[in-house]
């Protein structure tokens, strides 16, 4: 009688096969996770530059259609990772029109799409896909 303690390569090759499987079905879902953790990364920023440029127009009266840069908001903002945004001296990251602020902050050098956030509404965690969305280049 012999005593096979060893793996036959059909056994390997399922096990192979199945992890393939797996992985096909894994890695889309872990790119939408990545790809929500940016967006909301990016969407904390926005209202960060947002309270930022009301606590400005607190101190200093604004126009009804102000525009305001990074360097007049610096003082106001901390916290955010400024190497992570195209943020030059003559940016401008936040414009009042119509008594609402429309905030605009480019990732600097990484692809990520342009996302655009309904100013009617905050999206919430579970509504984010319906109410934003991505133009990939």
């Not at 992890?19 to 909301?40: E, H, L």
């Not at 007049?72 to 602020?101: F, M, R």
């Not at 342009?114 to 969305?133: K, Q």
Request: hydrophobic share 45%.
């Amino acid at each position: 009688m012999k005593n096979n303690k060893g793996v036959t390569l059909v056994e390997l090759l399922i096990v192979i096969v199945v992890m393939g499987i797996i992985a096909a079905f894994a890695v889309p879902s872990v790119q939408t996770i990545v790809s929500n953790t940016r967006k909301s990364a990016v969407y904390a920023d926005a209202l960060a530059v947002e309270q930022a440029a009301d606590l400005y127009c607190a101190d200093v009266l604004c126009a009804s259609d102000e525009s305001l840069d990074w360097q007049t908001l610096g003082t106001y903002l901390d916290g955010i990772d400024t190497t992570y945004y195209d943020l030059e001296d003559a940016t401008v990251i936040a414009v009042l029109s119509s008594g609402s602020w429309q905030i605009t902050l480019e990732v600097d050098g990484v692809n990520t799409g342009d996302w655009e956030f309904d100013a009617a509404a905050t999206p919430s965690e579970t509504t984010r896909d319906a109410s934003v969305h991505a133009d990939d280049d």
